[in-house]
């Protein structure tokens, strides 16, 4: 079965710095992996997804998550944090049957001033 | 820039009524969803549909639920008789075609409080 995990339910950083939410994955087949983030209050909002390709993404905001195949890994990163980037983040895989997503469990990251 | 609306944004029901949780998808999107967010856990997935069929529904979909596209651009979710634990935030999302490629747009959600 398809799943994703993020081990870290909070990640804490200071404004500026760099930023790494975690996320590892189990699939039959080809990984299709997303990243969302949600703001309080508000819906899933879709940063980037990996399909094929360079294992380095870009997305949204600023934000990038490398895909390592050996690993089973897609973590999200960023090079400069910035507290506007204070939200959860969700790491989503596709079932194989493509209709629907798998969640993690969610990171709420937190960037302090 | 189209986005997936939803209403109402917070609806409040007493224990065995009927609810419909409305969703307006992306206008030239085929594929929608469901997904619900009980408070404090992951999102999990409920239905899909397309084509006015349901494609694949998760064991949480009972026959409490259901799912219809009255016309050509709300797609909803009803629950026939509410229980406590179907408390959670509900998001509908869509997709312009298979999953798999293409990622999914979600709305801003209903949360929905049964009493």
């Known amino acids: 079965a398809q799943s994703v995990a993020q081990p870290e339910d909070q990640v804490n950083v200071a404004e500026g710095n760099p930023l790494t939410v975690k996320c590892t994955y189990s699939v039959s087949g080809n990984p299709y992996l997303f990243w969302y983030v949600q703001y309080p209050n508000r819906g899933l909002q879709f940063l980037l997804k990996?399909?094929?390709?360079?294992?380095l993404v870009k997305g949204s905001y600023g934000f990038e998550a490398e895909f390592n195949k050996s690993q089973t890994s897609f973590h999200l990163k960023k090079p400069s944090a910035l507290v506007s980037d204070s939200a959860l983040y969700f790491c989503?895989?596709?079932?194989?049957?493509?209709?629907?997503?798998?969640f993690g469990s969610g990171t709420k990251l937190n960037v302090k001033p | 820039e189209p986005e997936v609306t939803q209403t109402p944004s917070h609806q409040v029901t007493q224990m065995g009524q009927e609810v419909i949780l409305r969703c307006v998808p992306i206008s030239n999107h085929l594929y929608f969803y469901w997904y619900r967010q009980i408070l404090g856990q992951k999102v999990e997935f409920l239905v899909s549909?397309?084509?006015?069929?349901?494609?694949?529904k998760s064991e949480i979909f009972d026959d409490q639920f259901s799912v219809e596209r009255p016309d050509g651009s709300n797609f909803t979710l009803k629950i026939r008789s509410t229980k406590l634990e179907d408390s959670a935030m509900y998001f509908c999302?869509?997709?312009?075609?298979?999953?798999?490629?293409?990622?999914?747009?979600f709305g801003p959600g209903t949360r929905l409080t049964v009493l």
């Open positions: 999302a869509s997709s312009e075609r298979v999953a798999g490629v293409n990622e999914q747009f």
């Open positions: 549909f397309y084509n006015n069929e349901i494609s694949e």
């Open positions: 989503a895989v596709r079932d194989i049957s493509f209709n629907k997503f798998y």
């Open positions: 990996y399909i094929t390709g360079d294992n």
